[in-house]
């Protein structure tokens, strides 16, 4: 073996490791930027999420004081229904009450009309025998005002 070769030989073998080393250093550096970058999406990532579930957060509260709002309208709504039923159950309760008396009175009315009405076939009777009517006319004038 020639001298040369020998010494091309020992003089290649720094650049090899070189080589080597410069190789080495770029595989750690870009799995060092892999994970880095990998930490960085991951964090990109956790902060989208943490913006999505804030706006879902403001969404919800805006939607909840919404129906909050909704329910106590509606409730506010239903006691005044209840009032108003309240209301129309008093004047219900009244116009039963006069329509009771109205026909307490009509039937006192009939009554009367009907105490008259024999008083009247009385009469009738009384002054027919002046004018010659038979006791059967008479008869029968009382017991056709009778079933009334």
């Known amino acids: 073996m020639d001298t040369s070769i020998l010494v091309a030989l020992v003089a290649g073998v720094p650049s090899v490791a070189a080589a080597l080393?410069?190789?080495r250093s770029s595989a750690q550096a870009t799995r060092a930027k892999a994970e880095t970058d990998a930490e960085v999406n991951r964090i990109a990532a956790t902060k989208v999420d943490a913006e999505a579930f804030e706006r879902s957060q403001a969404l919800y509260e805006k939607v909840?004081?919404?129906?909050?709002?909704?329910?106590?309208?509606?409730?506010s709504q239903v006691d005044r229904l209840h009032?108003?039923?309240d209301r129309v159950n008093d004047q219900l309760a009244r116009e039963q009450d006069v329509s009771n008396t109205l026909?307490?009175?009509?039937?006192?009315?009939?009554?009367?009309?009907?105490?008259?009405?024999?008083?009247?076939?009385?009469?009738?009777?009384?002054?027919?025998?002046?004018?010659?009517?038979s006791?059967?006319?008479?008869?029968?004038?009382?017991?056709?005002?009778?079933?009334?």
């Open 21 to 23: 080393f410069a190789y």
């Open 64 to 75: 909840l004081a919404a129906a909050e709002k909704e329910v106590g309208r509606l409730q």
């Open 83 to 85: 009032d108003q039923l």
């Open 103 to 133: 026909r307490n009175h009509v039937r006192t009315l009939q009554a009367q009309v009907t105490t008259m009405e024999q008083t009247l076939t009385a009469l009738r009777i009384q002054i027919s025998p002046q004018r010659g009517a």
């Open 135 to 148: 006791a059967e006319n008479q008869q029968r004038a009382e017991g056709r005002y009778a079933d009334r």
